[in-house]
């Protein structure tokens, strides 16, 4: 206990409480537990994670996804929920993870991930949703909503610029301010203003030089006073160095205690932290106890079944169609034998290592839920193939091989399941490759030189190079990580009971070299520079027009879509509402996801590049045509103005382009705009060029433009690049003329006030 009488008035909380009792829930009291505050806040129960619950029930714990947990439901990992393209879906996830949280005791989920996959190398992609900030914070909003909604504290995580697990707790990640605000940190920002989390997770790595759980900027400026999070931030789970600094910087829970309370109590009374810092800690971590409190009618059954089912739902759902001949979805009636080949049809992948490892409730596999999918009056024989951790001997391979070449051997169709090692994505680790394993190629280039029709199931957390597996291939399916209910929406997909619907939250490049990142990930010496800008994924692809294996939103069905009569709507001074007609040409019934990219007018020293602003996912019977509406608010147009910090939307052409995939986008409309009625905050040292585009400094320069000496004008042509790119206070001192004195007193002025060329700075 600390001594009130040690203490000076400054240091003396202003609740009932001791610095002591303050300090001490400035940190866990455990692995899952913050620190009751006596007589007013309990302590909370926290556990992992975003596709089930890992509650660890005994004292201690790992972070790990070693130790033990009680069994949840496995739902499908966020690279496939990504893949769903589907918000009500997700939430529903959200709702059951709330309900089995609640029922085992948990206060706080730790999750949705929401980390931009910037490399496909990721190690942690597996647990994240999207390369696309647009997509991962609606999608993680929707898990957020979901999850609260049963009274449990989503925890959205890793904030910020966590792309990479090399080098994850020491690493610098280095990005330009317009690149974090548009790719990094948006996707948290709808999230935040959007979904009102109560809870967030900071990242363990440091952003442009200061670790994030001890940022200011990050977590008070930019989270609270800009976004209004009114919740409680935690650090991830050892992320903290300076506790101090942590508490100072808005960082309320050290998550698990790492340092001892003394810390934060001696630089309380040294004058080095306000003990209104760890009064606030209090009002957060009191609010979250209240927002969470179990209401005696809370159900502490959890519906396995319901949960099960779901689970398989959002499984097919996630399942992306990415090649099809006709050899899908199987026809019983027409087949006497297939062959199943590959150890991850009966011991499949369902989630990735690390801390978001689930006890699954049960487990389906693909073989299992195939057989029973197809009946017996089809005979289904299946083969090891490979090993699935990769590491058999040559003759083990070899006779595993033969054995698979044998199996097919009079079969009707061979179903293939295709993915990297266990043990190869895991958090604390990226991948250094993309390549399945030889053993896979080779079995799969020998069995294509057969005339057995050969379907290829991937699975795994990332994306592969698939060029060798499409050409081998007459059908490939993306399955992904797909939880514990997996193989029955597999079989479904193959069978045809399901239409798949998923579309691709990631691009797949035919080389990693392709991938914008490729030339800066992982960083060394400590430091990751994200030299590729705001060029993450498809806008790197597109931008440069370069051909990728599979495009960013593609997907194919069992049924077609076609997209017509596109419309804006102006609702407002900058709202738009952009209607489009979709109709199933196809024989089936089945889901099509409209998306809607946006190009803006192109900014000085940057390729324009079309971002996504709008998707809905839509189902229809063969035949039936919908309306989809996609609203376009200011935000959507906005960019991110470093010389006036804030959003901006630029005056101009913006050109909407709706489709199906990122490289199909049929229907084109353009918008004209005045943009936000402000002044940009020309100075003396912007260029001629950026006074030419604000309103009033295009009309000055206009004028100068209509007096210039005659000499002057005749070259004028010629110097146009050279004086565009001028800036206004060198300019002034140009031999310009009888105009030269009005602009050096008009570059002065502004200068002087720095806040804008305003009319009567013109006299
Ligand atoms: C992970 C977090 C996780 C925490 C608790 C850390 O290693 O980065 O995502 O929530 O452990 O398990």
Known sequence: MSSPTASTPQDQPSSAHTLTELAAITSGAGMWESTELPGEIRALVLSDGPHGVRRQPQAGGDNL???????????????????????????????????????????????????????????????????????????????????????????????????????????????????????????????????????????????????????????????????????????????????????????????????????????????????????????????????????EDTPTEIPWDTHHDLAREAAGESIILLQNNGALPLQPDTLQRIAVIGEFATNPRIQAGGSSRVNPARLVTPLDALREAIGSEVEITAVQGYSATGDSDRQTQRRLHDEALTSIAGADVAIIFLAQPRGSESEGFDRSHLRLPEAQLELLHDIAATSTQLIAVLGGGGVLELDEVTSS??????????????????????????????????????????????????????RVIHGEGRYVGYRSYDALNAPVAFPFGFGLGYTTFTLSDLAINQTGPLSWEVDVAVTNTGAASGAHVVQLYLTGPARAGE??????????????????????????????????????????????????????????LPLLAHLETDGDTYLSAIDEWSTVAEWAANPLGAELIEEIRAKLPEHFAAEAEELKGMLLQLPMVKFSTWPIGPEQSRIQHIVARVAARRTGLARDDED
């Open 607 to 664: 390729i324009a590049v079309h971002e996504l602003r709008g998707f809905d996912k839509i189902h229809l019977e063969p035949g039936e045509t919908t309306t989809v509406t996609l609203p376009l608010v200011r935000r959507d147009l906005a960019r991110w103005n470093i010389t006036e910090q804030q959003w901006i939307v630029e005056p101009g052409k913006y050109t909407i382009e709706v489709g199906s995939h990122s490289r199909d």
């Open 65 to 295: 996804g070693i130790g033990n947990s009680l069994p949840a439901t496995c739902f499908p990992p966020a690279v496939a929920l990504g893949s769903s393209w589907n918000r009500r879906l997700i939430t529903r996830i959200g709702e059951a993870l709330g309900t089995e949280a609640r029922a085992l005791g948990v206060d706080v989920l730790l999750g949705p991930g929401l980390n931009i996959k910037r490399s496909p190398l990721g190690g942690r992609n597996f647990e994240y949703l999207s390369e696309d900030p647009y997509v991962s914070g609606r999608l993680a909003g929707a898990m957020v909503t979901g999850i609260q909604s049963r009274g449990v504290a989503a925890t959205p995580k890793h904030f910020a610029v966590n792309n990479q697990e090399t080098d994850r707790m020491r690493v610098d990640a280095q990005v330009d301010e317009v690149t974090l605000r548009e790719i990094y940190l948006r996707g948290f920002e709808i999230v935040v203003t959007e979904h009102h989390p109560w809870a967030i997770m900071t990242s363990y790595n440091k952003v442009n030089g200061t670790y994030a759980s001890e940022h200011p900027w990050l977590l008070t400026e930019v989270l609270r006073d800009e976004w209004g999070f009114d919740g409680l931030v935690m650090s991830d789970w050892s992320a903290i160095s300076d506790r101090v600094a942590a508490v100072a910087a808005g960082c309320d829970l050290e998550m698990p205690p790492t340092h001892t309370d003394e810390v934060i109590v001696g630089a309380v009374r040294a004058g080095e932290l306000d003990i209104a810092a760890l009064e606030l800690v209090r009002e957060r971590l009191k609010t979250l106890a209240d927002r969470t409190e179990p209401s």
């Open 473 to 526: 291939s007459d059908a490939v399916l993306a399955s992904w990580l797909l939880g514990q209910a997996g193989g029955g929406a597999i079989a479904d997909v193959l069978t045809g009971t399901v239409n798949p619907s998923g579309r691709l939250s990631e691009t797949i490049p035919h080389r990693l070299e392709d991938n914008s990142s490729y030339l800066h990930f992982p960083g060394r010496e400590r």
